[in-house]
C-alpha cells in the first residue's frame, strides 16, 4: 500500500490547467518530508518536474515547466500540489509525487526518493 496518493488527473485541451494533488496515508507524516513531483510519458523514462522543501519555502523546477507549473503544500494537511498551467501535448505523462528525507537544491534523481504514489495520468489534447 502507497503511503502517497495522487489525484487530479485526466484530459485537458492544450492551454488549459490542471491541479494535482498528493495526500499522505494517516500513518505517513508527509509534513516531514520534500515532496518531488515526476512524470513519465509513453515510450520513455521517469523525469523528475519539481521539488519543495519540507517547509514550502524552496521550490525547484526542471526547464521545460518553468512559469507554468507551481508547487505548494499544506502540511496542517499533509497535503502537497502542482498547479499546471499553459499545458502542452508533450505534458502528456503519467504524474508521481514522492517523498524524500534528503535536503536538495534541485530535483534531483528518483533514487533519492524513499516513497512514491501509484500515479495519475495526465492527458493533454484536443
Not at 97 to 114: I, M, N, Q, T
Amino acid at each position: 500500500q502507497s503511503q502517497l496518493v495522487e489525484s487530479g488527473g485526466g484530459l485537458v485541451q492544450p492551454g488549459g490547467s490542471l491541479r494535482l494533488s498528493c495526500a499522505g496515508s494517516d500513518e505517513f507524516r508527509l509534513d516531514y518530508y520534500a515532496v518531488g513531483w515526476f512524470r513519465q510519458a509513453p515510450g520513455k523514462e521517469r523525469e523528475g518536474v519539481c521539488r519543495i522543501s519540507v517547509s514550502g519555502g524552496a521550490t525547484h523546477y526542471v526547464d521545460s515547466v518553468k512559469g507554468r507549473f507551481t508547487v505548494s503544500r499544506d502540511n496542517a494537511k499533509k497535503m502537497v500540489y502542482l498547479d499546471m498551467s499553459s499545458l502542452k501535448p508533450e505534458d502528456t505523462a503519467i504524474y508521481y509525487c514522492a517523498a524524500s528525507w534528503r535536503p536538495r537544491s534541485e530535483v534531483g534523481d528518483e533514487s533519492e526518493y524513499d516513497w512514491w504514489g501509484q500515479g495519475t495520468q495526465v492527458t493533454v489534447s484536443s
